[in-house]
């Protein structure tokens, strides 16, 4: 009896022991659980932050250099800057979008330096979903240049240059709330019958007035970018905008991105402003692209003509992003998305 006893006891720890070493390991519940084999299994801790981000950035170099060059020629060297990143937030029914494009660049001839490109737009959204393609949003865009801007034509015998723009001078803050609608990952339109706008001028010296004969000289009386003389900043309460985002992908090597904004006060809707910005690249290597740029303006309290300015470039980019579509979601089995 006690050797039956003892063969049953031996026999169960033994059994016991086999069972413990081919059970599953057990990981901690806050990690997702990938099992490669019914022995092995990796612990990858899940991306929890809820963050999606995405950075690009290029430099752009050109030179020309001519000596006793019969056909002439100028000398000349162009540089320029690119940066547009994207941080995206999104938990449950909650969003909150952020986007920066920045680009500088000047251009150098027969000694002479003048800037080529300059631009600082900042825009954040935070939004709340109230239908499948609808959210609530309160957004607000930041816009202004990085350095000195001038005119160079039509101005006094006596002059080369007239300073017209600088560092926010102006800068303007648009705080917007409304409605959104987003059928899809790569477009968005958002209307905003509440939209106050405040223009700020830092310089006082970018203040000019044209004369009779069509020349340009600085004048301090003057009202600059909608401010009027002796003041550094305006306010427009009551507006309404309209804003079209679009980042879509064309094709695997080909990117674009393109913005509309529609702003224009309750009290003279007659006077509207509107504001295209476009960004296309072509990727021809990991590290060297092609980017056409243009911006579109049309803003009476800038000028009454439109305003123009287009860029293409050719250089060195780099990029990386974290975003995925919906279309296809980060299992348990795959790896996570790279971070930075």
């Known amino acids: 009896m006690k050797t039956s006893a003892l063969t049953v006891l031996i026999s169960w720890a033994c059994l016991s022991h086999t069972l413990a070493q081919d059970a599953p390991k057990t990981v901690p519940s806050d990690s997702v659980r990938v099992t490669t084999n019914f022995k092995d299994i990796v612990a990858v801790k899940p991306d929890t932050s809820y963050w999606q981000r995405s950075f690009s950035g ?8 001519f000596s006793n060059w019969s056909g002439g020629g100028v ?3 162009a540089i320029g800057g690119v940066i547009a990143a994207r941080a995206l937030y999104e938990k449950g029914k909650t969003s909150w979008d952020n986007t920066a494009d920045m680009q500088l660049g000047y251009v150098t001839q027969l000694g002479n330096t003048r800037k080529a490109a300059d631009q600082i737009m900042i825009i954040s959204v935070v939004g709340h979903k109230i239908a499948p393609k609808w959210d609530l949003f309160v957004s607000g865009t930041f816009n202004t240049f990085f350095a000195p801007g001038y ?5 006094p015998a006596d ?3 007239l300073k017209v723009s600088n560092f926010f001078a102006p800068a303007q803050i648009t705080i917007a709330a409304g409605l959104a609608y987003k059928p899809n990952d790569w477009f968005a339109l958002r209307m905003s019958p509440i939209a106050p706008r405040f223009t700020f001028l830092a310089d006082q010296s970018v203040r000019v007035r044209q004369l009779a004969d069509g020349t340009y000289i600085p004048d301090a009386t003057q009202t600059a970018y909608g401010v009027a003389p002796g003041k ?3 306010t427009e309460w009551l507006a309404f905008q309209l ?3 679009l980042n879509k992908n064309i094709s695997q090597n080909v990117s674009l991105n393109a913005r509309y904004q529609l702003f224009t006060q309750y009290a003279s809707l007659d006077n509207i402003n509107h504001r295209l910005d476009l960004i296309m690249t072509a990727k021809a290597s990991r590290y060297l692209s092609t980017t056409f740029g243009l911006i579109l303006l049309y ?3 800038f000028s009454s003509s439109l305003q123009v300015q287009q860029t293409l470039a050719i250089g060195l ?3 990386i992003s974290s975003f995925r579509t919906k279309k296809d979601p980060v299992k348990a089995t795959d790896p996570l998305p790279g971070r930075f």
Do not use: E, P
């Not at 290029?58 to 250099?65: I, K």
């Open 58 to 65: 290029g430099v752009n170099f050109n030179q020309a250099s």
């Open 75 to 77: 000398n000349s060297i």
């Open 151 to 155: 005119r160079y034509d039509q101005l």
């Open 159 to 161: 002059q080369t240059r």
């Open 232 to 234: 550094s900043s305006r």
């Open 243 to 245: 804003q079209a985002a």
């Open 299 to 301: 803003n009476k309290d």
């Open 317 to 319: 980019s780099y990029n």
